[in-house]
């Protein structure tokens, strides 16, 4: 168990729904990463918080939006899905602002149909 | 500027052999490359990591090579087991860029 937490495991849902993805960072960690594995395009970086603040943001589209609450848990919530959007989606956290000692959850599988 | 390129793709070794994959980045505010390893169902998870005041770093079988001046850093197990089959992400971060930037990715199989 890393103690990055991320729910559901898995996701299957219809094109043009909405999801939300779940991560609890490790206890003391400050920042939240999220990422999408496909096999097409590898780990990609959709985007940073830090601290309840977005920090950076990557190759997210506009469909997709994340926040991260008092708690420090963070939720990416994906709208107006389409079957591409099929990938593992994960969370990291870390103590830092930078990237150093990523630490990554399980993960979550959404599965598009 | 943000891209690192791994290579190869996937690799096949026997058991007790050496395995090599070598990663190549662009941007030189990068500080940070670590290497991550990650199993089937399961997150990538740290394995270890070098900052560019070093040329080599090692932790047990695992060893991190590093040139500067070609920007290029490569991974090395040593004495490769059955049990390190899994696919190895090297990454790196640093300046501007505070998340990891990860390459493709490898896939490693180690046979018996």
């Known amino acids: 168990d890393s103690g990055v937490t991320q729910t559901p495991k898995h996701l299957i849902t219809a094109t043009g729904q909405r999801v939300t993805l779940r991560c609890s960072p490790r206890?003391?960690?400050?920042?939240v990463y999220w990422y999408q594995q496909s096999l097409d395009q590898g780990l990609q970086f959709l985007i940073h918080y830090y601290n309840g603040e977005e920090r950076a943001k990557g190759n997210i589209l506009e469909r997709f939006s994340a926040q991260q609450f008092p708690d420090l848990h963070s939720e990416l919530n994906l709208s107006s899905l389409e079957l591409g959007d099929s990938a593992l989606y994960f969370c990291a956290s870390s103590v830092a602002l930078a990237g150093a000692g990523y630490t990554f959850g399980s993960g979550t599988r959404l599965t598009v149909v | 500027q943000q891209q690192v390129k791994q290579s190869p793709q996937s690799l096949i070794v026997q058991k007790g052999g050496i395995s090599i994959i070598n990663c190549a980045y662009e941007?030189?505010?990068?500080?940070?490359f670590p290497w991550y390893q990650q199993f089937p169902g399961k997150g990538p998870a740290l394995l270890i990591a070098i900052r560019p005041d070093v040329s080599e770093k090692k932790e047990g079988r695992f060893t991190i090579s590093f040139n500067k001046s070609a920007k290029q850093f490569s991974l090395h197990i040593m004495d490769s087991q059955p049990g390190d089959s899994a696919t190895y992400f090297c990454?790196?971060?640093?300046?501007?860029?505070?998340?990891?930037?990860f390459g493709s990715g490898t896939q490693l199989t180690v046979l018996p």
């Open positions: 990454a790196a971060s640093g300046g501007s860029a505070r998340q990891l930037t």
């Open positions: 941007n030189t505010a990068f500080d940070y």
């Open positions: 206890s003391g960690d400050l920042s």
